[in-house]
């Protein structure tokens, strides 16, 4: 008979039965589950709740249960349910009667709350190390491409030059914003729902202060339907997961697009690329591509969550138990696209000679050109229109703007000089963007000096 069956006059049908049961995925929660049981045994005996005796059983039971888990000696039992009522039976079945008084004053809806948050809570924090991981990576990186000067883009459109390094910082901030999300999520799972019962709390008197200090919690839930029924901690996860696949799919994108022939600014490492079963020749950026492709993965699992909890009334519905599949799909995703995009972004060879070509061509030094204008007392509407006629002559000519004379560039405006050269130079145009935030080495070296002091 299952521990809720003394209300009913029948089984339930196989088909409900496999239909309503959760142990094939929720099992994943086991060590959760039975450290909060330990917490809360813990706390039912010093309370007097329950015979210390029991309490102490209890908590032995329950430890044995875990390491055998951990040893994978569990066979976890499908009529059981879910993990909880697994975990319970399993212990009755080794402890005997005192087994049956674990469950006083806890109800499976504040228990699963429970568990729930603390797998979020430590999903949160490995995420949180594994972007700094990532962050460490990139600040590598633009610590020895300081003066490696490239093209900016605007609409994938050459636009002004940069530094290799500035292009790697932007993603630095990135990806310091998703770990600081991911702080802001462990906050909010951070919080102990146990003690909530099934909506409306209990008789008993339960210290849910000692079973949060048992189990590392800075405070309880202020709530108790509220505490049954929120799952906002898991969204804040999804969105912060779903944000954080946006920035490596946009990464992705550049790397792909960098190791074509075309651009030719990149070098995927042969053990991160694959090939092709027909072109001998293709060497194919397979793992920016399944990172890229993933991501959609990911914000799927976020808008299945948000769907599923839109309309529900207060306070536990079973609608609820699909919000751990989708969860576990997506934490797994991330850290497994973390992981891999980490490690082949250590292997990149990032083609120096090609970047700093690529700023010959594309007119990346206009705005310079203009701004030289401008410190020659050209008002910038003029300047800018002089350059832009530049520009039309260049294309005509088939030159750049470094390729025209003196007294060619004099034609457009008198106030051109013999210094316009050096103005103009691509070395010059970043080191003149010497403000914060800015591409010179000095501002770039203070960038990454500013994020690994926010690493800590």
Request: aromatic share 8%; proline share 3%; charged share 25%.
């Given at each position: 008979?299952?521990?809720?069956?003394?209300?009913?006059?029948?089984?339930?049908?196989g088909?409900?039965?496999?239909?309503?049961?959760?142990?094939?995925?929720?099992?994943?929660l086991?060590?959760?589950?039975?450290?909060?049981?330990?917490?809360?045994?813990?706390?039912?005996?010093e309370?007097?709740?329950?015979?210390?005796?029991?309490?102490?059983a209890?908590?032995?039971?329950?430890?044995?249960?875990?390491?055998?888990?951990?040893?994978?000696?569990?066979?976890?039992?499908?009529?059981?349910?879910?993990?909880h009522?697994?975990?319970e039976?399993?212990?009755?079945?080794?402890?005997?009667?005192?087994?049956?008084?674990?469950?006083t004053?806890?109800?499976?809806?504040?228990?699963?709350?429970?568990?729930?948050?603390?797998?979020?809570?430590?999903?949160?924090?490995?995420?949180?190390?594994?972007?700094?991981?990532l962050?460490?990576?990139?600040l590598?990186?633009?610590?020895?491409?300081?003066?490696?000067?490239?093209?900016?883009?605007?609409?994938?459109?050459?636009?002004?030059?940069?530094?290799l390094a500035?292009?790697?910082?932007?993603?630095?901030?990135?990806?310091?914003?998703?770990?600081?999300?991911?702080?802001?999520?462990?906050?909010?799972?951070?919080?102990?729902?146990?003690?909530?019962?099934?909506?409306?709390?209990?008789?008993?008197?339960?210290?849910?202060?000692?079973?949060?200090?048992?189990?590392d919690?800075?405070?309880?839930?202020?709530?108790?339907?509220?505490?049954?029924?929120?799952?906002?901690?898991?969204?804040?996860?999804?969105?912060?997961?779903?944000?954080?696949?946006?920035?490596?799919?946009?990464?992705?994108?550049?790397?792909?697009?960098?190791?074509?022939?075309?651009?030719?600014?990149?070098?995927?490492?042969?053990?991160?690329?694959?090939?092709?079963?027909?072109?001998?020749?293709?060497?194919?950026?397979?793992?920016?591509?399944?990172?890229?492709?993933?991501?959609?993965?990911?914000?799927?699992?976020?808008?299945?969550?948000?769907?599923?909890?839109?309309?529900?009334?207060?306070?536990?519905?079973?609608?609820?138990?699909?919000?751990?599949?989708?969860?576990?799909d997506?934490?797994?995703?991330?850290?497994k696209s973390?992981?891999?995009?980490?490690?082949?972004?250590?292997?990149?060879?990032?083609?120096?000679?090609?970047?700093?070509?690529?700023?010959?061509?594309?007119?990346?030094?206009?705005?310079?050109?203009?701004?030289?204008?401008?410190r020659?007392?050209?008002?910038?509407?003029?300047?800018?229109?002089?350059?832009?006629?530049?520009?039309a002559?260049?294309?005509?000519?088939?030159?750049?703007?470094?390729?025209?004379?003196?007294?060619?560039?004099?034609?457009?405006?008198?106030?051109?000089?013999?210094?316009?050269?050096?103005?103009?130079?691509?070395?010059?145009?970043?080191?003149?963007?010497?403000?914060?935030g800015?591409?010179?080495?000095e501002?770039?070296?203070?960038?990454?000096?500013?994020?690994?002091?926010?690493?800590?």
């Amino acid at each position: 008979m299952k521990l809720w069956g003394g209300r009913f006059s029948k089984a339930t049908d196989g088909l409900v039965d496999d239909f309503n049961s959760s142990i094939s995925f929720d099992k994943r929660l086991y060590e959760q589950d039975i450290l909060g049981s330990i917490a809360h045994a813990t706390m039912l005996g010093e309370q007097g709740i329950i015979p210390e005796a029991d309490a102490r059983a209890i908590v032995e039971g329950l430890k044995g249960i875990l390491e055998d888990a951990r040893a994978g000696k569990i066979k976890w039992m499908t009529d059981a349910e879910d993990i909880h009522m697994n975990v319970e039976t399993i212990l009755t079945e080794r402890i005997g009667e005192a087994g049956k008084r674990l469950h006083t004053g806890r109800s499976r809806n504040d228990q699963v709350a429970l568990d729930t948050r603390m797998y979020a809570r430590a999903c949160c924090r490995e995420a949180q190390e594994l972007t700094a991981d990532l962050i460490r990576a990139l600040l590598d990186i633009a610590k020895d491409n300081l003066h490696t000067v490239m093209p900016g883009y605007t609409h994938l459109q050459k636009a002004q030059p940069i530094t290799l390094a500035h292009h790697m910082m932007a993603y630095v901030q990135m990806f310091l914003r998703d770990r600081e999300r991911f702080a802001r999520a462990e906050a909010a799972a951070n919080v102990m729902p146990l003690g909530s019962g099934a909506l409306a709390g209990t008789t008993y008197p339960l210290n849910r202060a000692r079973v949060a200090e048992l189990l590392d919690f800075p405070a309880v839930t202020a709530n108790s339907l509220d505490g049954v029924s929120d799952r906002d901690y898991l969204l804040d996860y999804l969105h912060a997961a779903s944000v954080c696949m946006m920035h490596l799919s946009r990464f992705s994108e550049e790397l792909i697009l960098w190791s074509t022939t075309e651009f030719h600014f990149v070098t995927m490492d042969d053990a991160f690329s694959t090939g092709s079963s027909i072109m001998p020749q293709k060497k194919n950026p397979d793992v920016a591509e399944l990172i890229r492709g993933k991501t959609g993965r990911v914000y799927g699992d976020l808008m299945g969550l948000l769907t599923v909890m839109k309309g529900l009334p207060l306070a536990y519905n079973k609608d609820m138990q699909e919000d751990k599949e989708g969860f576990f799909d997506a934490r797994d995703t991330l850290v497994k696209s973390l992981t891999v995009f980490t490690a082949m972004l250590r292997t990149l060879t990032f083609r120096k000679e090609e970047m700093a070509r690529g700023t010959e061509s594309g007119f990346t030094n206009a705005t310079d050109c203009a701004d030289y204008l401008v410190r020659k007392g050209v008002a910038f509407r003029d300047a800018h229109r002089v350059v832009g006629q530049l520009v039309a002559h260049c294309l005509d000519q088939n030159k750049a703007l470094l390729d025209l004379r003196l007294d060619e560039l004099q034609r457009f405006h008198p106030a051109f000089e013999s210094d316009v050269y050096e103005a103009m130079s691509s070395k010059a145009c970043v080191e003149r963007r010497n403000i914060p935030g800015g591409p010179a080495p000095e501002a770039v070296q203070a960038a990454i000096d500013a994020a690994l002091a926010q690493l800590g």
